[in-house]
C-alpha cells in the first residue's frame, strides 16, 4: 500500500491554558531547584568523603609509623634496662636472676612489667625474692632511668642496700656500686651509716647536729 501524508485534521490536539501553563512552569522550576541543589549537595559530599577518606589514610599510616617507633623504642628500653640490671645482680650474686623488662597492652594502655626470671620461670620481684636482689635490682634501676635522660651528672642516695648482709655480698655490692657509678659517669651521694659502703667511697663526710645547727667534716680514709 502506498505511503500518504495524514492530514492535519486527523490529529487531536489538546490546549493548555495560560494559568495551568504558568502552574506548571513554577512548579517546574521549583523541582528543577530542588534538583540542582540536591546535585550541589551531593557534589559537596563526594568532596567530603574524599578529604575524610584520606584523612583517614593519612592517619592510619601515622599510626602504623607511630607503633613501629614505639615498638624500637620499647625494644631498645627492654634491653637497655634489662641490661644493666641483670649486669648488676651478676656482678654480686653467685646464681643470679635475669632482669627482665616487658611492655604489654592492657585497658588500651602501655604497661611495663618488670620481671626477675631463672630456670624459665618469670616471678615477681616484690613477693618472690629476696631483700638483698630486690636493693640490686632496685640500685641498678635508678641509675638506667638516670641513664635514659642525662641532664645531671648527680644522683642521691638515701640508705640504700639495707638487705645485704653476707659479708662476700657487701664487697661484691661495692665494687658494683663503683663499676657502674664510673661506667655511666655519674656521681652519687650516697646517705649511710654502712661500714663496707663508706669504705668504698671516694669521699666520706659526717654530718651531725648540734644545737640545732648542722655541720659537714670530711672524714680521712
Same mark, same amino acid.
Given at each position: 500500500?502506498?505511503?500518504?501524508?495524514?492530514?492535519?485534521?486527523?490529529?487531536?490536539?489538546?490546549?493548555?491554558?495560560?494559568?495551568?501553563?504558568?502552574?506548571?512552569?513554577?512548579? $517546574?522550576?521549583?523541582?528543577?531547584?530542588?534538583? @540542582?541543589?540536591? =546535585?550541589?549537595? %551531593? /557534589?559537596?559530599?563526594?568532596?567530603?568523603?574524599?578529604?575524610?577518606?584520606?584523612?583517614?589514610?593519612?592517619?592510619?599510616?601515622?599510626?602504623?609509623?607511630?607503633?613501629?617507633?614505639?615498638?624500637?623504642?620499647?625494644?631498645?628500653?627492654?634491653?637497655?634496662?634489662?641490661?644493666?640490671?641483670?649486669?648488676?645482680?651478676?656482678?654480686?650474686?653467685?646464681?643470679?636472676?635475669?632482669?627482665?623488662?616487658?611492655?604489654?597492652?592492657?585497658?588500651?594502655?602501655?604497661?611495663?612489667?618488670?620481671?626477675?626470671?631463672?630456670?624459665?620461670?618469670?616471678?615477681?620481684?616484690? $613477693?618472690?625474692?629476696?631483700?638483698?636482689?630486690? @636493693?640490686?635490682? =632496685?640500685?641498678? %634501676? /635508678?641509675?638506667?632511668?638516670?641513664?635514659?635522660?642525662?641532664?645531671?651528672?648527680?644522683?642521691?642516695?638515701?640508705?640504700?642496700?639495707?638487705?645485704?648482709?653476707?659479708?662476700?655480698?657487701?664487697?661484691?655490692?661495692?665494687?658494683?656500686?663503683?663499676?657502674?657509678?664510673?661506667?655511666?659517669?655519674?656521681?652519687?651521694?650516697?646517705?649511710?651509716?654502712?661500714?663496707?659502703?663508706?669504705?668504698?667511697?671516694?669521699?666520706?663526710?659526717?654530718?651531725?647536729?648540734?644545737?640545732?645547727?648542722?655541720?659537714?667534716?670530711?672524714?680521712?680514709?
Amino acid at each position: 500500500m502506498p505511503w500518504r501524508p495524514v492530514p492535519l485534521h486527523d490529529y487531536v490536539y489538546e490546549t493548555v491554558d495560560g494559568e495551568e501553563f504558568q502552574r506548571i512552569k513554577k512548579a $517546574f522550576t521549583v523541582t528543577k531547584a530542588k534538583y @540542582d541543589n540536591l =546535585s550541589e549537595e %551531593l /557534589r559537596k559530599q563526594k568532596i567530603t568523603n574524599t578529604i575524610n577518606t584520606k584523612k583517614l589514610e593519612t592517619g592510619l599510616r601515622a599510626r602504623a609509623l607511630i607503633q613501629k617507633v614505639a615498638q624500637e623504642t620499647q625494644s631498645k628500653l627492654e634491653y637497655h634496662i634489662s641490661s644493666l640490671v641483670t649486669t648488676a645482680l651478676s656482678s654480686v650474686f653467685p646464681d643470679p636472676y635475669e632482669f627482665k623488662v616487658k611492655f604489654e597492652q592492657r585497658r588500651n594502655k602501655t604497661e611495663c612489667d618488670l620481671l626477675f626470671v631463672k630456670n624459665g620461670l618469670e616471678r615477681d620481684p616484690m $613477693f618472690e625474692t629476696g631483700g638483698g636482689t630486690k @636493693d640490686v635490682a =632496685s640500685f641498678a %634501676l /635508678r641509675l638506667a632511668y638516670w641513664s635514659l635522660n642525662k641532664n645531671r651528672r648527680f644522683i642521691a642516695l638515701d640508705e640504700p642496700m639495707p638487705n645485704i648482709h653476707a659479708d662476700d655480698l657487701k664487697e661484691k655490692t661495692a665494687d658494683m656500686i663503683k663499676t657502674i657509678s664510673s661506667k655511666l659517669n655519674v656521681q652519687l651521694l650516697i646517705i649511710t651509716d654502712l661500714d663496707w659502703i663508706l669504705g668504698a667511697a671516694d669521699k666520706v663526710f659526717n654530718v651531725s647536729i648540734e644545737n640545732g645547727v648542722s655541720s659537714v667534716v670530711e672524714v680521712n680514709q
